[in-house]
């Protein structure tokens, strides 16, 4: 999960006083070193949690949330 509230203003993977991209970093790391699937981000040397959170931005600016 990543914070991305309110929607559609530009907020995914920011959050108060947390280090987000530092966060999704560690953690995709680990679950790759206990054996879950990450898909290519353990192993591709340009993958950051920075380039994570840009590529979520950029997927969710044209998101539509239907309730």
Do not use: Q
Request: proline residues 6%; negative net charge.
């Amino acid at each position: 999960m990543v914070y991305g509230f309110p929607p559609n203003v530009g907020a995914v993977g920011t959050a108060a006083l947390l280090d987000v991209p530092n966060s999704l970093e560690r953690l995709l790391k680990r679950l790759d070193k206990d054996g879950y699937d990450v898909g290519g981000f353990a192993t591709d040397p340009d993958a950051s949690g920075e380039s994570l959170v840009a590529a979520l931005a950029i997927l969710s600016e044209n998101s539509v949330i239907t309730t």
